[in-house]
């Protein structure tokens, strides 16, 4: 049975659209990429994949565009990182790890921000393909949607960092949000605590979307009482946990699902006179630092900030190596860790193990 011709290569009234990779590898039952290393050679291909792209390429009636591969032949030896800002300690820390695997393997970073922003983050990775980068590794912004699944970066190696790409073909690396929260929060449980609260700055990150389902979980395990503040920013931190202290159902303990959340809680709970952990108890996602040297040290999940950076760019250069064929993203899951100081009411003692990533396909 012949496969269907896709839909942005059939002919129309105005004449016929020029068949692009994407059509041959959809109607091969293909990643892109392999087409592409199909047309030069550029790595083996299984020869039942090769027939089926060489019997797409004839119906489609395929033509390469010389100039671009001409393009792509040429090493630039550069990578791209989009970060959604360099302000965040995370986001820097990452970073630096990601220019530290480029240096090691002859090449360099260029960096830019997206703050956060879906239409700045597609017009500043358009700018890098432009500027021939090899790949991007790219922290995804506030937002669940980004544009670089579009076809225009078909030939773009990409790692997802921290949040998702909704693009199958895509690697990504993670840490355990979920069950990071949940640890923390069974901690603060095994303390005595019923009315905990979880706190956010912001409610549309996949991140802490997943961190405050960690939350939920652990609570509804114990059968306790869910309370959440999802917009705990700078501007209105003051407001909200001032009420939030000063209402019939105050919490004995909070979790903050990030850092700024955490910082923006300390600030007004020192205003307050509140104190950690005797009047009330605290842990926060996401170490920082001077956490440790607090007046009353801060517990904390730790995640992996340097490690993340280094795996993404590794995966990264595997792809522009050509030593694997993204045809299903590989996801790497990497693990967080609970660090024990004294504002949950412990005594600090060494963190916990580290466990081992964990790596899946889509």
Do not use: W
């Not at 002919?11 to 109607?27: E, F, L, N, W, Y």
């Amino acid at each position: 049975m012949t496969p269907p011709v896709p839909p942005s290569a059939r002919s129309t009234s105005k004449g016929r659209h020029r068949a692009t990779i994407a059509d041959v590898a959809r109607m091969a039952e293909v990643a892109p990429m392999t087409v592409s290393r199909v047309l030069t050679g550029a790595a083996a291909v299984r020869p039942d994949k090769v027939k089926r792209i060489q019997e797409a390429i004839q119906l489609l009636r395929y033509k390469p565009n010389e100039t671009a591969r001409a393009l792509r032949s040429q090493r630039s030896r550069i990578i791209g990182l989009i970060v959604p800002r360099l302000s965040d300690p995370f986001f820097a820390t990452i970073a630096h790890a990601v220019n530290n695997v480029a240096v090691d393997n002859g090449y360099s970073v260029l960096i830019t921000t997206s703050n956060d922003e879906e239409e700045t983050e597609y017009s500043q990775a358009q700018l890098m393909v432009l500027r021939g980068v090899e790949g991007i590794v790219i922290i995804p912004g506030a937002g669940y949607h980004s544009k670089l699944n579009r076809q225009e970066f078909e030939h773009i190696c990409l790692v997802a960092l921290d949040k998702p790409i909704d693009e199958p073909s895509i690697d990504s690396v993670f840490v355990e949000n979920f069950e990071g929260s949940r640890t923390a929060v069974e901690h603060l449980i095994g303390h005595g605590h019923q009315r905990i609260t979880c706190i956010s700055d912001a409610s549309d990150l996949y991140t802490l979307s997943k961190r405050q389902q960690g939350y939920e979980q652990a609570m509804m395990e114990h059968d306790l009482k869910i309370n959440t503040i999802t917009d705990c920013t700078a501007e209105r931190a003051s407001d909200r946990i001032r009420q939030l202290m000063q209402s019939k159902y105050a919490p004995t303990a909070i979790f903050t699902t990030n850092g700024p959340a955490t910082r923006n809680v300390l600030h007004t709970l020192l205003q307050l006179g509140v104190k950690l952990p005797d009047d009330l108890a605290l842990i926060g996602f996401d170490d920082f630092e001077f956490a440790d040297m607090l007046q009353t040290s801060l517990t904390v999940i730790r995640q992996p900030a340097s490690e993340m950076g280094r795996i993404a760019a590794l995966r990264l250069f595997e792809q522009i190596q050509d030593d694997i064929e993204p045809h299903i993203g590989k996801v790497i899951t990497l693990p967080v860790e609970l660090v024990i100081r004294r504002s949950c009411g412990c005594k600090p003692r060494p963190s916990t193990t580290p466990r081992k990533p964990r790596a899946s396909s889509r």
